[in-house]
């Protein structure tokens, strides 16, 4: 149920101008320390161009774009191992830290400041949903060769320990690890206990 307060609240929110696309590899350069060289921002860069392409009206002025884009995206993939396709909706300055064996769906959703490193797979689980994808909150801190598999959500503030497997929703300021991923329980509890 909706109360008055909520719609108040809803009302006086002030949505952000959405970035455009030089302003948002200004950003992910600047995130990935001002380095262009970086195979990470350079896949990052793509997949806005890939993004902004689609914007471009009429469909005869995007064919060449997209025939840009498709050798670019093929070239980053190929190059660097860095799958990232333009349908991820990716939040803000997202940094790729490593290149290699990154896999990331095309229906996956990635928030703002979120780290991801090599050997990351994030894809669907099963084969008779294939459009069931990961979504990251913001902050999240993917370790080296994670998989994050199927329809999970990862609250703000998760962590995801190296090489493990997400089957099941994290919640926000978390951490995981293993094979399944299990919630760490902080120290704090286990002293109360």
Not at 35 to 55: H, I, L, N, S
Not at 101 to 124: E, L, P, S
Request: hydrophobic share 40%; proline share 5%; with cysteine.
């Amino acid at each position: 149920m909706v109360t008055q307060t909520d719609l108040i609240a809803s009302e006086n929110q002030v949505e952000a101008p959405a970035l455009g696309l030089w302003q948002q590899i200004k950003e992910d350069w600047i995130a990935h320390g001002r380095d262009w060289t970086k195979p990470g921002f350079r896949a990052v860069a793509v997949q806005r161009f890939g993004v902004w392409r689609m914007q471009v009206e009429p469909k005869l002025l995007r064919a060449p774009l997209s025939i840009i884009y498709r050798s670019l995206y093929r070239k980053v993939r190929n190059t660097y191992g860095i799958d990232l396709p333009f349908t991820v909706k990716l939040g803000r300055r997202v940094v790729i830290e490593h290149q290699g064996a990154i896999i990331i769906h095309g229906y996956c959703t990635i928030g703002d400041d979120c780290i991801i490193r090599q050997g990351v797979t994030m894809g669907n689980r099963y084969l008779d949903k294939p459009l069931e994808s990961p979504q990251l909150g913001d902050r999240v801190n993917v370790g080296a060769g994670a998989k994050i598999l199927g329809k999970v959500n990862l609250g703000d503030d998760v962590n995801i320990g190296a090489n493990a497997v997400v089957l099941s929703d994290i919640p926000a300021g978390k951490t995981a690890v293993g094979i399944p991923a299990k919630i760490l329980q902080s120290t704090k509890n286990q002293e109360n206990a």
